[in-house]
């Protein structure tokens, strides 16, 4: 796992990249969270290919999990990729109810998620 840096509008901003999955569960969203709040990072950008895919079935209660800690701490979010191929009905609801704030952004780029985290 590598951890690049942007700094926009006084905002630190943590991108990971990995090839892996590296959140599996909350503990590890939590651990995520934990180590980079403690360097500096008050907002970071996750690649959808970096969280298990059981996080898009709102079923298993693990999205609910990892964000409610993401709005505990007030650190804010943007997960970026292609979400096209979760087409269930809560899903796509809480995608869209969830883009309309500013803390927890589900986008297409990193562009898109600088944008947005840096406002």
């Given amino acids: 796992m590598k951890i690049e840096s ?7 901003i943590a991108e990971v990249l990995s090839e892996e999955i590296i959140i599996n569960n909350a503990a590890d969203g939590l651990d995520l969270l934990g180590n ?4 500096g990072f008050d907002k970071i950008i996750i690649h959808e290919q970096n ?3 059981a996080f898009f079935d709102l079923k298993n209660g693990i ?5 409610q800690k993401f709005s505990n701490y007030r650190v804010s979010l943007a997960i970026i990729g292609d979400f096209s191929p979760y087409q269930s009905k809560s899903i796509k609801g809480f995608i869209y109810e969830s883009n309309k704030g500013k803390h927890i952004n589900f986008l297409g780029s990193t562009a898109e998620a600088l944008t947005k985290l840096a406002e």
Avoid at 63 to 67: F, R, W
Wanted: no cysteine.
């Fill in 6 to 12: 942007h700094t926009l509008n006084n905002a630190n």
């Fill in 63 to 67: 999205a609910g999990e990892i964000l």
């Fill in 51 to 53: 969280i298990t895919p």
């Fill in 36 to 39: 980079l709040y403690y360097q």
